[in-house]
């Protein structure tokens, strides 16, 4: 279930011959139930109401009982009510509080208090403001830009935690930072990757619940548990409210490291075609399109991605699907860097539509019309349930 900050219209050309991408009658169409959760048997689509943008800008609202669905105000007095919660904390860093808002919102808690300063040669100042002792202790926070200061703040609060006799300490990390160092490419590199892994590991984390890792054998690198948190279902929620025909769409990975996340999105809607684009990176940041295998001509192209850091690769990949005969084209990531100079090539004209998610917080000089962010508290709130009672967390995708 995913939360729309802005419902650009999207035509369709769909005919009466054509069969629609999400009609009932697929069976592929129901991947929306994995994220409802099995024990509550509750609805299986519902969306939040949110107001409209602000200035034609798209924003993470702070959800509050005025603006939670009937689903989500039941789901927020269920979780409140009915449960031992004394021994479940949250806290959230300064990297995305608006996203640790919305997620103790879903999980009917407020959020711990600990006072975050920086001293006036930038060292980082952690004290928990209420005790944590035998505690389950989320903490959540991206490493996103500036990812060394993020990253170092988790590491402090995870410190301030096994100080404080915390039982367990989870390290829920929406946006894994240094996820692309995981292997050596050229002789003489780091693998970034590792090194973060083993310093989270020993600061003290117990367990680590990251979303939409780069490569899975980054999972590898801990020696604690990691969770990995897939949000496909959110932006295939949103496509879902487009009513695409499944006869226009393809699905293309605009790398061939992609190919493997871009066919099980395809799976996902209805077992649309996939298309690839072949280029060759030059250097860092930089790409060059060099061909494009499948067809997409006259076709709805859906690019998949983890992120999106310059656009580089995703912007020429975009121009090569018009110069193919595509007739319209979307960019879909979870994970929105937007690095100079992004947002000038993603504002281009050369999508239709940018969706993405709000695990890293969007800045509002960032924004531009084609942009729509989907927020992802209530698929991390069910998974830190799960974890803490025990359940199964991949059934949550199945």
Same mark, same amino acid.
């Given at each position: 279930? $995913? ?26 169409? @129901? ?45 927020? @007095? ?9 021994? @479940? ?5 300064? $990297? ?9 919102? *879903? ?30 202790? *989320? ?34 990390? #929406?946006?894994?930072?240094? $996820? ?49 948190? *897939?949000?496909?279902?959110?932006? @295939? ?34 077992? /649309? ?57 979307? $960019? ?28 890293? #917080?969007?800045?509002?000089?960032? *924004? ?8 992802? /508290? ?21």
């Amino acid at each position: 279930m $995913a939360s729309s900050l802005t419902s650009p219209s999207l035509s369709s050309s769909s005919t009466s011959s054509s069969t629609s991408l999400f009609s009932s009658s697929s069976p592929s169409s @129901l991947y929306h139930k994995s994220f409802v959760p099995k024990r509550t048997r509750l609805p299986t689509h519902v969306k939040c109401e949110i107001s409209e943008p602000v200035n034609g800008k798209p924003s993470v609202p702070i959800i509050n009982d005025g603006t939670l669905s009937k689903f989500l105000q039941a789901r927020r @007095l269920q979780n409140a009510v009915g449960r031992n919660n004394n021994r @479940l904390k949250i806290f959230t860093g300064t $990297a995305n509080p608006s996203l640790s808002q919305e997620i103790a919102w *879903y999980m009917g808690f407020e959020l711990g208090k600990v006072n975050i300063k920086r001293f006036a040669d930038g060292e980082i100042y952690v004290q928990l403001q209420e005790s944590v002792r035998g505690c389950d202790v *989320y903490l959540i926070q991206s490493t996103c830009p500036p990812a060394n200061e993020n990253l170092m703040e988790l590491l402090v609060m995870i410190d301030a935690c096994r100080r404080a006799s915390a039982k367990t300490i989870t390290a829920v990390i #929406p946006y894994f930072g240094y $996820a692309r160092a995981d292997r050596k490419t050229q002789g003489r590199e780091s693998i970034g990757a590792k090194l973060v892994a083993n310093l989270i590991t020993e600061a003290g984390a117990d367990r680590v619940l990251a979303c939409d890792l780069h490569s899975g054998q980054s999972m590898g690198y801990f020696d604690i548990p990691v969770d990995h948190v *897939y949000c496909q279902p959110v932006v @295939l929620d949103y496509l879902a409210s487009k009513k695409i025909s499944s006869d226009d769409l393809v699905v293309v990975s605009p790398d061939v490291g992609g190919v493997a996340r871009a066919r099980a999105f395809a799976k996902k809607l209805s077992d /649309a075609p996939l298309a690839i684009v072949d280029k060759r990176r030059q250097g860092h940041n930089i790409a060059e399109v060099m061909n494009l295998i499948g067809d997409v001509k006259g076709k709805v192209a859906v690019m998949v991605d983890d992120m999106i850091d310059t656009a580089g690769t995703i912007a020429k990949g975009a121009a090569l699907l018009h110069q193919e005969g595509a007739r319209e084209v979307y $960019a879909c990531c979870t994970h929105a860097v937007f690095s100079p100079p992004a947002i000038e090539r993603l504002s281009s004209g050369l999508f239709q539509e940018v969706i993405v998610t709000n695990t890293i #917080p969007a800045m509002e000089k960032n *924004y531009f019309p084609q942009l729509t962010v989907l927020s992802v /508290a209530n698929l991390l709130g069910e998974t830190i349930w799960r974890v803490h009672d025990d359940c199964s967390v991949s059934s949550i995708f199945q």
